[in-house]
């Protein structure tokens, strides 16, 4: 009895380190992911940002159609 409740007792350190790798590992990227958010876009900047695009967009398509019929109109 005793040589295998020692053998058990080996087996619980040796698995209670490997949680406690496992446990800093996930400390270590729970850290690193918490140093990014900060610099995460928020709605609000996605959704100016979106405002943004569509009018460049929008202007860009005028700009274009203005030089198109210019061009057209001392073609002809």
């Known amino acids: 009895m005793g040589t295998s409740t020692y053998s058990e007792g080996n087996e619980v350190i040796k698995r209670l380190g490997n949680v406690e790798t496992d446990v800093s590992q ?26 943004s695009i569509i009018k460049w967009i929008i202007a860009t398509v005028l700009g274009t159609a203005g030089l198109v019929f210019t061009i057209a109109k001392f073609v002809h």
């Open 26 to 51: 996930v400390k270590s990227q729970v850290s690193a992911i918490l140093a990014i958010i900060p610099h995460l876009a928020t709605k609000a900047d996605v959704s100016a940002l979106e405002t």
